[in-house]
């Protein structure tokens, strides 16, 4: 039996809304964005716009990237992945199957923030909103939200557990920018400056909200997410039944 590609994508999609998981994280990327727009409009702080975006993309990003995991999560621990894969053709369905929710999932979380900033604007938050700046926050939420979530489904074709590949994505998209930015301020190194600043790991999270990448930058992030896009279509047609 042929894994059917659409049947799967919707059923889980479907899934996504009535579990209630896509609420709870849309809450946890929309909630501090609309905090913040509350103490600016307020006159508490002089942060902008793109202040109020960073807000959104620093726990939206983080769901964005967990929530179409959780269904590999599903799949390995019950077991049931083994009825997915009895064939070539259908461990490769299955992987472009949910390459699309986590494609889907990141478009919804860009056209939301974009809604979100708009409102924001509209309400008074200070700041310049043009078209190039939604485009460069679609394209980036799109990389972002793909690298991370094809680096966690790469994990788990390696059996590493849930919790450890959650954990490893939480630090990576909270932690690492943030201890690599502090690290920079101590290395007088041009050469290692500027592969911190090109590495993904680094200008993905710091930049994703707030700023367009640079042409290397894009480069960069094209190029690592197709080599990972291949990495786990072999892997995924290598793997035993």
Known sequence: MTLRINKYVIFNLTELVKNGSLIVGMLAACVPAITMTYFILNGSTTFTIKHVSNFYCMLGMLAAVLLPLSFINRDYSTKTIS????????????????CIIALSVSLLYAMTGIVLLLVAKTLGVPG???PSLFVAFSVNVLLLVMTYY?????????????GTVYGILTAMLL???NALFNIQGLIHN?????WIENFPG???PIMVGSD????????????TLSVLFVVILKKSEKMEV
């Open 128 to 130: 310049d909103l043009d």
């Open 83 to 98: 009825l997915m894969n009895n064939t070539i053709q259908n461990r490769r369905n299955y992987y472009f199957a949910n």
């Open 190 to 194: 041009d050469i290692l400056l500027d």
């Open 150 to 162: 094809l680096f966690g489904y790469l994990l788990f074709l390696y059996n590493v557990r849930s």
């Open 202 to 204: 680094y200008f993905y």
């Open 212 to 223: 367009s990448f640079s042409p290397l930058q894009y480069s960069i992030g094209v190029f």
């Open 175 to 177: 932690f690492l920018p």
